[in-house]
């Protein structure tokens, strides 16, 4: 048996969801031409990185203790700085995620009486306690930083004469998240982000712009950095990690910047020169070697997701034919069981975990129940196919990921057939 269709129906998939995902793929093939031509373009930009840092064998070799002379960790920095066009990178195990590698920016970069803004809205829920919006011990608002947030205007454009308003004396750093995260304005494109920087560089030339560049790394041909950005921060567990890195977050910019979150990520005094790799360098080089190909599966995926649930009649955000700046895709269900079947069909396309049965639960930091769906190699990477959904109004449910297309693909396919099995897809005409 090496007929594809017979597969699908051992795995689940009738021909009816096999049916209308291959008519939505066929009239994907320039988008996804495009997908793969900007994969293509970063892929020469990281192989172009790796050999001008000449990476060799010895970089993949771990190191213990304080971890001095670390070559491959020093050089593996050297290729970020290189493929984000930045002076120098701080890219290490020791962050643990992206809140972390956040934290450590902005906490690094300002000192007590500056003042923090957001033009863009209100940051990633993560980071309200890290800057103090929300009461927190060890917030930068104990140590006497104040935060200033300026909203995105109803049309999603940026307020100008609220962030002119808003830029004072105390203006130190400016964050800017270039990805819509879990709300539902627009996602930043580079180019926007390099017109923000300008204006505000404009106004106030000495103030640092860091952009929270979470899911938006290789989406694009350019990044944050190459339109003005001083810091570009990020998970390794998501886009740069290619799926293999097992945990670390990475900091590109400025000489300077850079140098103040690695007094700030270790000791002052010790900086760079500590923090042993342990074992992960293997992954840290051969999943940032693979992140342009991975990035482009998981925007695939998320632009066929919006296909067919668009074509079933669900709401979409982006919409199938928007332009994409980031791999998340969300969708709204409508009801509560929707939000269930869906991601049970993603949990059970799981290459790990496959046979578990996920239940929304009350999980810290939400106010309501969430339910998630995620069988993934590194636990809780988002780069892998990933879903979740807080069970509320309007019940939607925000998924990325998938380390190839293919997989992405049958995760929505298994996700929709779970949805047309349970009976509660809207649009029955489609079958
Ligand atoms: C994921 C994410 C973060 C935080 O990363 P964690 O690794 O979950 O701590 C911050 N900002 C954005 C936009 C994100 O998507």
Request: aromatic content about 8%.
């Amino acid at each position: 048996m090496n007929n594809i269709a017979d597969l699908y129906r051992e795995m689940d998939i009738d021909s009816d969801v096999l049916g209308l995902s291959d008519r939505i793929i066929e009239g994907l093939k320039e988008r996804f031409k495009a997908i793969d031509e900007t994969a293509e373009y970063n892929q020469l930009k990281v192989l172009k990185a790796m050999r001008e840092c000449r990476v060799s064998e010895a970089c993949l070799s771990a190191s213990s203790g304080y971890g001095y002379n670390d070559l491959g960790r020093d050089t593996l920095e050297k290729v970020y700085a290189n493929v984000f066009h930045t002076q120098d990178a701080l890219v290490r195990p020791q962050i643990t995620c992206g809140t972390h590698a956040l934290a450590v920016a902005l906490a690094a970069n300002t000192r007590p009486g500056d003042e923090i803004l957001s033009p863009v809205g209100k940051p990633y829920d993560t980071l309200e306690e890290v800057i103090g919006i929300r009461p927190s011990c060890g917030s930068l608002a104990e140590y006497g930083i104040s935060y200033r947030q300026v909203d995105l205007k109803d049309d999603g454009s940026f307020d100008l004469d609220g962030i002119k308003a808003a830029i004072n004396e105390k203006t130190h750093l400016v964050t800017i998240q270039r990805s819509k995260g879990y709300q539902t304005r627009p996602t930043l494109s580079v180019s926007a982000i390099g017109e923000l920087i300008s204006f505000i560089k404009g106004i106030k030339p000495d103030v640092i712009c860091m952009v929270d560049n979470c899911y938006g790394e290789f989406v694009e041909r350019l990044e944050p950095s190459d339109a003005g950005a001083d810091m570009v921060v990020g998970s390794l567990i998501k886009n740069p990690g290619g799926g293999l890195a097992p945990a670390g977050g990475y900091i590109a910019g400025t000489k300077e910047c850079v140098e103040r979150c690695a007094y700030r990520l270790t000791s002052p005094g010790l900086g760079k020169e500590v923090g042993a790799s342990l074992n992960v360098l293997p992954s840290f080089y051969q999943g940032f070697f693979l992140a342009p190909t991975v990035t482009a599966g998981a925007l695939k995926g998320a632009i066929f997701a919006a296909g067919i649930l668009d074509a079933l009649g669900y709401k979409v955000f982006p919409g199938p034919d928007d332009s994409r700046h980031d791999i998340i895709q969300a969708v709204t269900l409508g009801s509560p069981e929707c939000v269930i079947s869906f991601c049970r069909g993603i949990q059970a396309a799981a290459p790990v975990d496959s046979f578990v049965v996920p239940e929304p639960w009350a999980m810290p930091g939400y106010d309501s129940d969430v339910i998630m769906a995620a069988g993934a190699f590194v636990s809780g990477s988002s780069i892998e196919l990933s879903a979740d959904g807080p069970i509320k109004e309007p019940y939607t449910v925000y998924f990325q990921g998938g380390l190839t297309f293919e997989h992405a693909r049958y995760g929505i396919m298994r996700a929709v057939q779970q949805l047309k099995n349970d009976g509660i897809y809207t649009d029955a005409v489609l079958w």
